[in-house]
């Protein structure tokens, strides 16, 4: 298991763009597949976007493509996810997963069961 440890939440605005990053000491970082999930209150976890762990192969929900775009730095070990123009439907807990080797296949969508390590997450709030 892999410890992460998620920033960069916060209350913003309609229209506003937030970074958020998903850190973790693991040195094996670069083998990881890697996910954004969002849980939003009386709602189920939901996928946001998944990055695989060898040639960066993504999938994102529908509800965010064109706005949010994950992608990580391997020398910071550091996981990202950039969110261009917030709604207020995007305010949610965002919590960021991994799984060694796992791969992203194109259009299908990782479930939350498929990932074993868990970040405690962090609020976005998206205010109209």
């Known amino acids: 298991q892999v410890h992460l440890f998620e920033s960069g939440g916060g209350v913003v605005h309609t229209g506003d763009s937030l970074k958020l990053s998903c850190t973790t000491s693991e040195t094996r970082f670069s083998t990881y597949g890697m996910a954004w999930f969002r849980q939003a209150p009386g709602k189920e976890r939901e996928l946001v976007a998944a990055l695989g762990w060898n040639c960066g192969q993504t999938v994102s929900a529908h509800s965010v493509q064109g706005r949010f775009t994950a992608f990580r730095d391997l020398v910071k070990k550091t996981f990202y996810l950039r969110m261009n123009n917030l709604k207020p439907e995007d305010t949610a807990v965002y919590y960021c997963?991994?799984?060694?080797?796992?791969?992203?296949?194109?259009?299908?969508?990782?479930?939350?069961?498929?990932?074993?390590?868990w970040g405690l997450g962090t609020q976005v709030t998206v205010s109209s």
């Open positions: 997963a991994a799984r060694q080797f796992r791969t992203i296949v194109p259009g299908v969508f990782p479930r939350a069961e498929d990932f074993g390590s």
